[in-house]
């Protein structure tokens, strides 16, 4: 028995033994996440099967605890699949709370400056999120979490461009359609399309957030990356400024 044969084999056994499935949270032809509650402890835990071959990123996070990320704290490489042990999060997506009207400007900049730390963790370890939106932003009470790391990619100097053009239109800049290779300041791009959204409901292409907020958006989201804020630390300590002004 190979060692990812024995690791299968003691999720498998850990899963039926102590844990009982809670809810299955998504099924696709690509990926599926599954929520198992421990029977002792009732703390819960998050399968994710995925075919999206990503299980770099994965590993660089594994175990790590880090700022406003969910822990890894299992990944498992077999030939036909990822699998990923992760900690379950308990909160509101952003995108539903947005349905409700834009947030306050104190919890605006509060959440996108943690946003900020998240993406920052991530960036210095070499990985580029690719895909921040609303939907993969959880408001866990006062704390904000990035998660989904499925399109997520290891930044590597030597190459050009994006193997594939993934992300999610409205939030991914223009070099992640292929132009370029992204990069930390493509997910500054984002994060200033979501601050926006926090604070009007909408893109900055449809309505621009007035004031000093408007400007910190339209400097994360130029055409050209070098004129964004250069990284998160930046574009955090832009949102430091009171944001009355």
Known sequence: M???EETLSWLNESLQQYFVKESLLKHTALSEITVYRHLSTNKKLLVRHSRN???????????ARLPHLPQIYEVISTPEELIVLE???????LAARLESGPLSKAHAYRYTRQLCQA??????R????RDIKPSNILLCGDELKLIDFNI???LRKEVQADTLPLGSIGYAPPEQFGLTQTGPTSDIYAIGVVFNEMLTGHSPAVELAPGYAGH????CVRMRSEDRYPNAAALRRALRRPFWF
């Open 119 to 124: 993406a920052g963790a991530l960036h210095r």
């Open 216 to 219: 910190i958006v339209q400097r």
């Open 53 to 63: 071959r990503n299980d770099e990123v994965y590993r660089l996070l594994l175990t």
């Open 152 to 154: 997520s990619r290891q």
């Open 87 to 93: 900690e379950y999060l308990e909160g509101e997506p």
């Open 126 to 129: 070499g990985i580029v999120h």
């Open 2 to 4: 190979t060692g990812t």
